[in-house]
């Protein structure tokens, strides 16, 4: 929203409209938010709305606002409340950059990084835990990768959570380990949930304030709408914060395929809602990131033997409910609307190696999200 009250003129200005009848405007006619109406004139003669205020928008191009068609919502709340260390050129300069802005936390406390990215820096190789364990002895420290599929941590977060030599594997994840096999300190996908369920709970007004933090974020980007795959607690929580005014942000969303049996018994349909908050369908997680080499390919990944780092085969089929051959039927009957996450269809063999029930689903989802 603009203005709570009275017109505005955006005047002088180079506007893309996007419609083809007047792709490019002069001026632009708002009130309350909405656009009343658009000018080929850059100073158009206005009469007869009061109060009216006009900007000059110096023939700056204005375009409309963006739409994020993919976005974690919760996350990027969370980590822009950590310490970004995606200017690393190397593994010590990102230990270096998350001691300078948490030298001052007391003993014990969880300490959290993110957005590091290991194949910018030089040489370009996993990080481990000796380093974090130098620079934080007495703290369990955690930092997401900018895909946000491999979790490094130190050796006192490995002991909080009891991962050791002998721990085996998650369904869906990997404990990267060393020749002796004693883990290095990554966890790949779904071993990172060995952490994140150990660490103390996040209190609901701050998850909230992740979510306004996040929105205000978006603004700056000009983006205004967001399709956001999300967990069921924090479809909740935006319907607890639709309507306060320092939140505002429209969202679809999407709740793990975990639940899809749940939505089909409910009868609730891609759609419902409204132009703030609107159930859009179902989210699965069918394939890894290519940034940490858990996607499934055609060929090895260069330097290594394997086109797979982290198999989801025999993790996709439990993490799908029971009779999901009758939901994901549903899914058409129902009006949901299914989204993936993975690389996209055509680079990664992984929906071919699904049982057969759940394979036309996954390349669907695939398409679908890219």
Known sequence: MLVKEGFILFENARIETMDETCPVAGAMLAMNGFVLH?????????SGFHPLRRVDCKNLVMLPAFTDAHIHL?????????????????????????????????????????????????????????????????????LFSKCGHLLWVNSPALKEAGIAEHTPDPPGGQIERDANGNPTGILKENASVL?????PEC?????????????????RFGIVNVHAPEEAETFSL?????????FRLNVVIYIPVS??????????????????????GVKAFVDGSLGGRTAWM??????????????FRRWLTPRLPPQSSRCISSVTGRRLTASGEGVPDGLTPSARFCEPDYRSYSVRTARLNR
């Open 38 to 46: 658009l000018f080929r004139e850059a100073h158009p003669d206005v």
């Open 74 to 142: 919760m996350d990027t709340g969370v980590h822009l409340d950590t310490v970004d260390v995606s200017a690393a050129r190397s593994e010590e300069e990102a230990v270096m950059l998350l001691k300078e802005a948490r030298k001052d936390v007391p003993a014990g406390q969880w300490i959290q990084g993110s957005r590091w990215g290991h194949n910018l820096w030089e040489p370009p190789r996993l990080p481990s835990r000796e380093t974090l364990d130098a620079a934080f002895p007495q703290n369990p420290v955690f």
């Open 195 to 199: 952490i994140t369920r150990v660490i």
């Open 203 to 219: 209190p609901v007004c701050r998850k909230k304030e992740f979510l306004k933090r996040a929105a205000r974020h978006l603004h």
């Open 238 to 246: 935006l319907q607890e914060i639709r309507n306060e005014p320092d």
């Open 259 to 280: 639940q899809l049996e749940s939505l089909v018994s409910a009868r609730i349909q891609s759609g419902f809602g409204d132009d703030v908050l609107r159930f859009g």
């Open 298 to 311: 055609e060929e090895p990944y260069e330097g290594f033997k394997s086109s797979a780092m982290v198999s």
